[in-house]
């Protein structure tokens, strides 16, 4: 079969990346929708980054996949890489820093064969990997929210990804490295399994955070960029994002992370840049905003038909 060059840079004969998506997960988004399955009630809030989310999923509405592929630096781990290993996960996660806001009860499936089909990519590139094979495992809640917000219905099965700290033990650019590799590895396993995949990095952009918490957390009278520093770093990069400079995000990344705190170091954006190929397809914004003062852009790369169409 003869294969047709995507605009991401990705070969879609069969199975492939069909779109990809940058998706943070402050809890304080989840809260605020007051879906069902979230303890805590909310008179709203943070709509800015609710309707960017919106917008994402009204983009995704036609596209077709089969799976959702995420990494998030809510799951951490010291020894290598992990993959979620286990068919189905029920279970009430609870955010250990804002109890008050979600306690969300999550009822995910996973696409084992897939994961395992990555992992085994992953090793034979030379990378530690492991399958987490506990069923009693509580999923990370980063995974809860991007998931949710991109998909409320809960009707894909997931790949969920650790985020190994090697930004801790070493430094962005062996963090870099790894997730260079991660990702070209992510993107042929998922060629490779004629599934097509819509792949997500669920992160904020700077992540400098208030300390203390407001009476009502959803009054937005309180909500804004820790700094103007943190505000200029977060538009570097959606600017370099949106006009399809994928290589100097990647290149500009170390300084990124070390002067905003960005929550970038887990690793998600630059593995989910290097499974889309690195790519000069212009991203779309679908939404920015602040969250506690960190900043967060809800962002799409299309793979498909159009592909590099803007939708800001
Ligand atoms: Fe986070």
């Known amino acids: 079969m003869s294969k047709t060059h995507r605009p991401c840079g990705v070969y879609m004969a069969e199975g492939g990346i069909v779109a990809a998506a940058l998706a943070p997960h402050p809890p304080h988004l989840v809260y ?47 020894v290598g890489t992990h993959f979620l290993g286990v068919e189905h996960f029920k279970s009430l996660s609870v955010d250990p820093i804002f109890p008050n806001l979600f306690r969300f009860h999550y009822d995910m499936n996973v696409d084992v064969e897939l994961a395992k089909a990555i992992h085994d990519m992953a090793k034979e590139d030379g990378m530690s990997v492991k399958m987490m094979e506990n069923p009693d495992f509580r999923v990370d809640y980063g995974t809860i929210v991007s998931c949710h917000m991109v998909r409320p219905q809960w009707d894909k099965p997931v790949v969920a990804i650790s985020s190994n700290r090697s930004r801790h033990y070493y430094s962005v650019e062996v963090m870099q490295e790894m997730m260079m590799q991660l990702g070209e590895s992510t993107r042929k396993a998922i060629e490779a399994s004629g599934k097509r995949a819509l792949v997500i990095a669920s992160n904020s952009l700077s992540h400098r955070h208030f300390t203390t918490e407001t009476a009502v957390p ?51 954006l630059t593995w989910m840049l290097s499974a889309l190929e690195v790519p000069e397809t212009p991203a779309i914004l679908h939404g920015y905003g602040t969250i506690i003062g960190t900043g967060n852009a809800i962002m799409e790369w299309k793979c498909g038909e159009g592909a590099g169409e803007s939708g800001d």
Do not use: C
Not at 224 to 250: C, F, P, Q, Y
């Open 32 to 78: 605020a929708e007051n879906p069902e399955q979230n303890e805590p009630t909310s008179e709203g809030g943070w709509e800015q980054l609710r309707w960017g989310y919106e917008r994402l999923r009204n983009s995704l509405k036609d596209v077709e996949y089969d799976v959702i592929v995420i990494l998030s630096p809510h799951w951490q781990t010291y």
């Open 218 to 268: 959803e009054d937005m009278s309180k909500e804004h960029i820790t700094s103007h520093a943190m505000h200029l770093w977060d538009m570097r990069m959606i600017e370099m994002m949106r006009s399809g400079k994928a290589r100097e995000v990647l290149d500009m990344m170390p300084e990124f992370v070390e002067q905003s705190i960005a929550e970038a170091d887990g690793g998600a």
